[in-house]
């Protein structure tokens, strides 16, 4: 179990040469600081506890921070430096407290005799996918060449989301600066109007009574709409949370005209891109399938890869297996069937992940073009019908011809 909360030590202690050496400290306990001490062939001559390090309720190991990590671990590694002093140094120079104690027991655990992906099996923040590419590291006697995978696998996937994230920054920038602007519109600047309408007693063309209608609806039942969209998310999210619900809504996902080729491109290049760094770090193909198709975040997409985790434990290779699921598209089977026939499979499911992710940014980056001048053009609509309706008062009230 995590614990985010770790007290400082503060120690005193002499090293070879007779010199005292004295610094900070955070550790589970006093004999863990004894053992840190004697890791840097140190005499412990004082040791004290300062004070305890409260955690951050909002302070998580963000992937990022699983990424630098797997990156410093992997060049001190490949310096020759032994496995736990790695660990006890990188949780020694960490910043984020959260990530410092995890590191912290990773290395006790080391300490008793446990494996490196043992110790991470038991914290969060390291995925079922990091944690079996470490033990086939281990198997095999090459955890810092896995380690250098992993870490190219997560900046090649951390770098995807971001460009996904960087994509959609835009739209939804426009819908919230374009909605806020209605909102205003709606509560401060119709009502202002309404008054001098009133007080002319005059009949209001139909438009500008629709208006005023709906902004009295919005102003006496604000509170009311903020009730319906809340309970409307809370509800689409506990049913989602369902098997039924995940099933349908993921059903829905490879139905929708344009959502259902980007949904199934960006399934095939996770899928591809996962396989095939699991593949090429010696995880085995069985074990490797049943991983990826784990990660795809799809249950209609990873139910149907069950037919090719089936096929392949029955020896019938991967190509056939692959054709009967009926996701892959003809040249990925068919780039998967010279791949297996010349053993480079890793080699071959990461181009394909490559194909797919420059196909889904293509795409996703024409489905944002076109839905900025349509969120433009709808913004542009409405704020017009409001402008229009207030202008087809204020002529009527000085019989100005419109």
């Known amino acids: 179990m995590i614990t985010y909360c770790m007290p400082t030590y503060y120690f005193e202690a002499a090293d070879s040469n007779g010199n005292r050496v004295s610094r900070e400290i955070v550790a589970a306990n006093v004999n863990d600081v004894k053992n840190i001490i004697k890791q840097e062939d ?3 001559l004082r040791i004290k506890l300062k004070k305890h390090n409260w955690p951050n309720p909002f302070e998580r190991v ?31 120079y ?14 006790s655990d080391i300490q008793k005799g446990k494996s490196l992906s043992q110790a991470m099996a038991r914290h969060r923040g390291f995925p079922n996918l990091y944690i079996k590419m470490v033990k086939a590291g281990e198997e095999g006697g090459i955890v810092e060449p896995v ?27 426009l819908t919230f600066v374009g909605s806020l602007t209605i909102i ?19 009949a209001l063309p139909l438009p500008t009574q629709i208006l005023l209608d709906a902004s009295n609806i919005f102003i006496s039942y604000w509170w009311l709409i903020i009730i319906v969209i809340i309970t ?9 949370a369902t098997k039924e619900g995940r099933i349908f809504i993921d059903t829905l996902k490879l139905r929708i005209p344009v959502i259902e080729k980007l949904h199934l491109s960006l399934a095939i290049a996770r899928f591809s891109r996962t396989i095939g760094t699991l593949l090429k770090s ?13 990660v795809i975040g799809n249950t209609v997409i990873s139910a149907k890869l069950s037919k090719l985790q089936e096929g392949v434990s029955k020896g019938k ?85 419109f």
């Open 94 to 107: 960490s910043e984020k407290l959260a990530l410092k104690t995890i590191l912290k027991e990773i290395y």
């Open 184 to 202: 205003v519109l709606m509560l401060y600047v119709i009502p202002k109007f309404a008054v001098i309408f009133k007080d002319m007693g005059q």
């Open 62 to 92: 963000s992937p990022t921070d699983i990424l630098i990590f797997t990156q410093e671990l992997q060049a001190l590694l490949s310096s020759g430096m032994p496995l736990d002093r790695a660990i006890f140094i990188l949780s020694e």
């Open 232 to 240: 409307f998310i809370i509800a689409i999210r506990s049913y989602a």
């Open 317 to 401: 290779g991967i190509y056939n297996p692959m054709k009967e699921t009926d996701i892959f598209p003809h040249i990925v089977t068919q780039m998967v069937a010279v791949g297996e026939e010349s053993g480079t499979l890793e080699e071959t499911f990461l181009l394909i992940a490559e194909r797919f992710e420059n196909e889904s940014r293509t795409m996703i980056k024409r489905l944002i073009s076109f839905m900025e001048p349509a969120l433009i053009l709808i913004m542009g609509v409405i704020v017009g019908f409001i402008v229009f309706s207030m202008l087809m008062a204020i002529f009527g009230i000085y019989d100005i011809g």
């Open 147 to 173: 380690l250098r995978r992993i870490a190219s696998f997560l900046e090649t996937t951390n770098t995807f989301k971001q460009e996904l994230i960087s994509a959609l920054i835009y739209p939804v920038l």
């Open 282 to 294: 010696g995880v085995p193909i069985l074990s490797a399938i049943k991983i990826s198709k784990e």
């Open 42 to 44: 140190l005499t412990p």
